[in-house]
């Protein structure tokens, strides 16, 4: 390589760095400001940096209710998808339909996902009005789920279909059935699509606000996104906490992320070299 592409590609590098971390860098800084730092100084940086911030999301705003919200409802609904999802993308991928109908499944599947969440806001909330799940997490979870399996049903599909048959029907002649062949051969191959599928389930779910500001109205049950708007007042916006609480509520999804990294790349790569 020439010394000036050599050049050229450093800067271009550090210029997407930059503009990669730069409101990273200015939500963290702006967590450890004072709100007068934060209106009038307008200082680039922390002068007298404090953890203040955090300490009254947890004390004074419920925050910790929140986040143990958003992980709960997060955590089981996405469970819940990738069970059911996997089972229902692997008979996809495995039995036939008449005039190849199964290839067209998934994408008829997505169909719950294109449609604008808005357009079926209020159908839900009438829903979970009947069902007396207003303000609960199991009304959140099922919401959720009935999103996410969609999208499972269509990542896991092509996972599925790249595993070699010959495997599960080895097994099955060995006394398996079809179940204990699905369960110990296809679905630890198939690992790097659950990792991938997950993460991006987890922050869709994670960070949702439409379903959760429509369907929670309590501390008991308002997620982080949700209870983070709460900060938004009629006079004023306390930049500051908010800035804090976007801090906290990156990190589950920042130390997730780094724990499926090794399957995300995998299972992002997986099937595109023969």
Known sequence: MKPG???????????????????????VSTSLKSNKEITQDLTLYPHAPSFDNYVHLFSEKQFGAYLTNSLAV?????????????????????FHLRFGLERKVGL????????????????????MLQLKLLDTWLGLIL???????????????????????????????????????????????????????AIFAVIVTFNEFLFALALTATP?????????????????????????????????????????QRHLVRGLTMGAVK
């Open 5 to 27: 592409e050599r050049l050229l590609r450093v800067l271009v590098l550090t210029a997407i760095l930059l503009i990669v971390l730069l409101p990273i860098y200015w939500m």
């Open 74 to 94: 997060t955590g089981v609904s996405v469970l819940v998808s990738l069970v059911f999802g996997s089972l229902g993308a692997y008979a996809i991928a495995r």
């Open 108 to 127: 008829a599947l997505l169909t719950l996902r294109i449609v604008p969440p808005v357009v079926i806001l209020i159908p839900i909330y009438l829903l």
């Open 143 to 197: 919401t959720y789920t009935a999103f996410n399996i969609t999208f499972c049903v269509w990542m896991m599909e092509s996972f599925f279909r790249e595993i070699p048959v010959d495997l599960e029907e080895a097994a099955m002649v060995d006394g398996d059935s079809r179940f204990t062949a699905f369960y110990r051969i296809a679905l630890p191959l198939a690992a790097p699509g659950l990792a991938a599928t």
């Open 220 to 260: 008991k049950a308002m997620t982080m996104p949700r209870g983070t708007a709460t900060l938004i007042g009629r006079i004023d916006t306390d930049w500051a906490s908010m800035s804090a609480a976007g801090v906290i509520g990156a990190l589950p999804i920042v130390i997730f992320a780094l724990m499926v």
